[in-house]
């Protein structure tokens, strides 16, 4: 019988998307061999696919979780150095169930496994993530089942093949500063740019070394202090748009020319209008906490705008039951239905600079069509009850002129000159805040009245 583990430990870090805990104290290769154990159990696969990130303990824990599986008697690919979205394609590609060893945008001291099913299907807290962490727990016996055999295989050149197939770039040559963040994009994006050619993009990498210790800023672009660089990059290079990308690469934010972030439901809305120009009429998913300029675009041009939870299970979820052909987060996450519905930071970025290519306008310029609604950005905020804060603000609002109240996730308040969402967080004693206006100002007012209410001394 397999070892088991401190059932404690294991609810902690077993997340509603993936496992994430601190090395050492929390995650190790103990744990990483049993979780391939039980992968193997749970998805009855007879061959797995295996990367990591450029994390000191990477390598160590995708080891081992590939000699778990291999005791399963399942064989196992190792396409070693990895992003995230580069494992999604070689679980589409190859047909197989994956995991990939990373803690995406989270300081250096945490590690983490992000599991899909073949062709990416993603595992969640609902789709067997749970029934794995519970083996973990308590074992799993292999049953004199013959071992798998483990093999090495380098899928980077047909990863990026395949997204320049999906998103070809051309037109008018670009100046591109990209920051990996000393994350994985320092890996892809070299892979991805030399096929681009210096004839059509001029790249200026900023920080592409891999060094999972994050020297230079944490891999969180949704952070605007880890864009300052990139910002002053831009500027300084007199570039025609920045791209940042968190840890694993999954995630980008794009900065204009004039070194002013860009909101990740601008870029979602460009990207709805290149893919309903392809396939007129078809389904956009975007979540409730995008602008709801996404929606209103989406509609205008055809389309058919979905609205869903945050989170990439609901998102993928709705994607396979409504064949939407694009899907977009606020979050900087971005799903492709011809990338298997996974989420691509480099895909999206190769949209983004496919658009530009086309035209001879500066990207705020192309950008202005999309950008309608000034949104406050993500606000976080330390909340022991938040269901109680929620319920205060909920009492607040009810019933005011042309509110509408919805609790798709957390709590939406709606009004034809504003919108806010309050949601707590699954992990932390947080209340995340969204809040959009009609103007500067009225985003402004809604905010700050939100917040103070969230944020007032309580007894």
């Not at 609810?11 to 039980?38: P, S």
């Not at 980008?252 to 120009?277: K, M, Q, Y």
């Not at 996974?342 to 990207?363: I, K, N």
């Amino acid at each position: 019988m397999a070892d088991t583990l401190a059932a404690s430990n294991v609810h902690a870090i077993f997340k509603a998307y993936d496992v994430r805990g601190l090395v050492g104290e929390q995650v190790d290769e103990a744990l990483a061999r049993a979780t391939g154990r039980a992968f193997v159990r749970v998805t009855g696969a007879d061959e797995v696919v295996v990367g990591h990130d450029m994390r000191p303990s990477s390598p160590g824990m995708a080891a081992a979780f590939a000699d778990g599986a291999a005791e399963m008697g399942a064989d196992v690919v190792l396409v070693g150095l990895a992003s995230t979205d580069q494992l999604y394609f070689a679980s589409g590609h190859l047909g197989l169930p994956g995991a990939m060893f990373t803690a995406s945008h989270n300081p250096a001291q945490y590690n983490g496994i992000k599991m899909c099913r073949a062709h990416a299907t993603p595992i969640g807290a609902e789709t067997g993530l749970l029934e794995i962490r519970d083996l973990v727990v308590s074992g799993v016996d292999a049953g004199g089942a013959p071992r798998g055999t483990v093999t090495e295989s380098d899928l980077l050149g047909a990863y990026a093949d395949h997204l320049l197939t999906l998103a070809p770039v051309a037109g008018r040559r670009l100046k591109v500063v990209a920051d990996a963040g000393n994350g994985m994009a320092g890996w892809t994006a070299p892979a991805v740019f030399d096929r681009l050619g210096a004839d059509q993009v001029e790249l200026v990498p900023l920080y592409f070394e891999l060094d999972g210790t994050f020297p230079n800023h944490e891999a969180n672009p949704i952070d605007p202090e880890t864009l300052r660089d990139l910002q002053a990059a831009v500027l300084a290079e007199g570039a025609d748009v920045g791209l940042a990308f968190d840890g694993d690469a999954d995630r980008c934010f794009l900065v204009d020319e004039r070194g002013r972030a860009v909101s990740p439901s601008t870029l979602t809305a460009l990207i709805a209008a290149r893919e309903l120009a392809k396939e007129p009429g078809a389904t956009i998913i975007h979540n409730l906490i995008t602008s709801r300029a996404v929606p209103e675009l989406v509609t205008e041009l055809g389309g058919t705008p979905v609205r869903t939870r945050v989170g990439h299970s609901y998102i993928k979820a709705t994607m396979a039951e409504t064949d939407a052909v694009f899907g977009g987060e606020h979050s900087g996450h971005f799903y492709f239905r011809d990338f298997w519905r996974a989420d691509s930071g480099m895909l999206a970025a190769l949209h983004a600079l496919a658009a530009l290519a086309e035209t001879d306008r500066p990207l705020s310029e192309l950008l202005a069509e999309y950008e309608r609604y000034p949104v406050s950005g993500e606000i976080n905020s330390t909340v022991t009850d938040q269901q109680a804060v929620v319920a205060e603000l909920e009492a607040a609002y009810a019933g005011r002129d042309g509110v509408t109240l919805d609790h798709l996730d957390g709590l939406t308040v709606s009004h034809p000159d504003w919108t806010f969402n309050v949601r707590p967080s699954n992990t932390e004693p947080l209340l995340r805040l969204n809040a959009e206006g009609r103007d500067e100002a009225t985003m402004a007012e809604v905010r700050d009245a939100v917040l103070a209410s969230i944020r007032k001394v309580r007894p």
